[in-house]
């Protein structure tokens, strides 16, 4: 049974920063592009930002380039999203997907995370 759980959100001031983590079992994590979306209340779930199964290779939405980073450690099976410089508009719930397509479906999903930023 594949397992996606997020951790690390909250509440957080705009211009400060917040680190999720998403913590895989269940699944062979090195062999997956792993990535995160969010999902803002009544709007659909955007992609924000995927990684290579082997690291190297980082993709992300125009609207966190320069502010977010993703980044994975194979042997913890967890893949990080550094988020800085927050923003009203990165308010939504973050989740954290394995085998991404498209930058629009995955294989597994997490339950996501909160992620609010007040002015």
């Known amino acids: 049974q594949v397992q996606l759980v997020e951790s690390g959100g909250g509440l957080v001031q705009a211009g400060g920063s917040l680190r999720l983590s998403c913590a895989a079992s269940?699944?062979?994590?090195?062999?997956?592009?792993m990535g995160w979306f969010r999902q803002a209340p009544g709007k659909e779930r955007y992609f924000v930002a995927r990684?290579?199964?082997?690291?190297?290779?980082?993709v992300y939405a125009d609207s966190v380039k320069g502010r977010f980073t993703i980044s994975r450690d194979n042997a913890k099976n967890t893949v990080y999203l550094q988020m800085n410089s927050l923003k009203p508009e990165d308010t939504a719930v973050y989740f954290c997907?394995?085998?991404?397509?498209?930058?629009?479906?995955?294989?597994?999903w997490g339950q996501g995370t909160q992620v609010t930023v007040s002015s």
């Open positions: 990684i290579s199964w082997s690291g190297i290779r980082s």
């Open positions: 269940g699944l062979t994590f090195s062999h997956y592009t």
């Open positions: 997907a394995a085998g991404i397509r498209e930058n629009t479906e995955a294989d597994y």
